[in-house]
């Protein structure tokens, strides 16, 4: 009998603990979160973030800028915010306007203010398995997994895609976790025979109904990261109704990975909150 992994559930846990944490500080944790453009999706993400933190006592500061704002003015205000004691997360809403580097624009960010966890040296930490800001997406991920109490030590862990923000990390997390990995991309050939051996199946790759039933192992656990619209609805890439039938284990596209993603960035504020503390005494 399938049963799903629900993350608005586990992500409502974390949020009410954070706020507990937050409502006993004296001095409430600060994030300012850049969004530059006016990409509709990115629009909402930015709100629904800002909405979140206030919602348990973080300050959400947004600064939106114009789309044809020059790098080195957004480069400016990242390094006026680093110097700001009263800020303690940054975050830059992806993507940028093409005229704009991503990586510098990550790698200016003070790593102790970089809840986004993009830039080299957190990247390095968790590469280090020493990790301290962790992207949220794979964060979130592992924490709802161990919230389920799967098993992830010594089993056969299948991550389709690579990106910085998703697929690479969550690829080392579990690794570090003590899972033998396996990352399959857009060139990887024979996928069913790679992901039928998964004990637990991720997939990140932005594509509706990607993931069959016929991809699946018995019994597995199954991540569905995928945001996709089809036909005015929000779907993962898992085709939910099959995996219901084969895994034992199944995210919901909404409700799984999404509020679980906004649950870690709240968790990353408060952890980059305490390493500034920790570096200022
Ligand atoms: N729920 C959440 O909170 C959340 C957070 C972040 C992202 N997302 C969603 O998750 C999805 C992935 O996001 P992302 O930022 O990681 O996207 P991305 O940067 O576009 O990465 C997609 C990955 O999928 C791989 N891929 C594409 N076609 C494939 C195929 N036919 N077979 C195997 N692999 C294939 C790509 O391979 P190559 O590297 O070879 O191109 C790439 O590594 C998107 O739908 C995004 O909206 C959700």
Redesign the pocket.
């Known amino acids: 009998m399938s049963q799903i992994l629900d993350g608005q559930m586990v992500s409502k846990e974390i949020r009410e603990r954070v706020k507990e944490e937050v409502a006993r500080l004296e001095i409430k944790p600060k994030l300012a979160v850049i969004l530059v453009g006016d990409d509709d999706a990115s629009q909402i993400y930015v709100r629904n973030k800002v909405k979140t933190c206030n919602s348990v006592g973080i300050i959400a500061e947004d600064y939106l800028l114009p789309s044809d704002t020059i790098e080195k003015e957004l480069l400016d205000l990242i390094e006026k915010l680093n110097k700001d004691k009263s800020v303690n997360g940054i975050l830059v809403q992806m993507p940028l306007p093409k005229h704009i580097n991503e990586n510098t624009v990550v790698n200016t960010i003070l790593p102790i203010k970089d809840v986004d966890g993009l830039n080299l040296v957190n990247q390095g930490k968790l590469l280090n398995r020493n990790p301290a800001l962790v992207p949220a997406?794979p964060k979130?991920i592992i924490t709802l997994l161990k919230r389920y109490f799967v098993e992830i030590e010594g089993k056969k862990v299948v991550v389709?895609?690579?990106?910085k923000?998703?697929?690479m990390p969550l690829a080392l997390l579990f690794i570090n976790a003590n899972a033998t990995v396996t990352i399959?991309?857009?060139?990887?050939e024979n996928?069913k025979e790679i992901t039928k051996q998964a004990d637990i199946l991720v997939s990140?790759?932005?594509?509706a109904n990607?993931i069959s039933g016929d991809m699946i192992k018995k019994d597995a656990v199954v991540v569905d990261?995928?945001?996709?619209r089809q036909m005015g609805n929000i779907v993962g890439?898992v085709n939910f109704k099959e995996a219901m039938e084969v895994a034992r284990l199944v995210t919901p596209v909404p409700k799984g990975?999404?509020p679980?993603?906004i649950a870690s960035l709240l968790e990353n504020v408060l952890e980059a909150y305490d390493l500034q503390k920790r570096d200022i005494q």
């Open positions: 997406t979130g389709i895609g690579r990106s923000l998703v697929g399959c991309h857009s060139y990887t996928l990140a790759v932005g594509k990607f990261v995928g945001i996709n890439d990975v999404g679980m993603t």
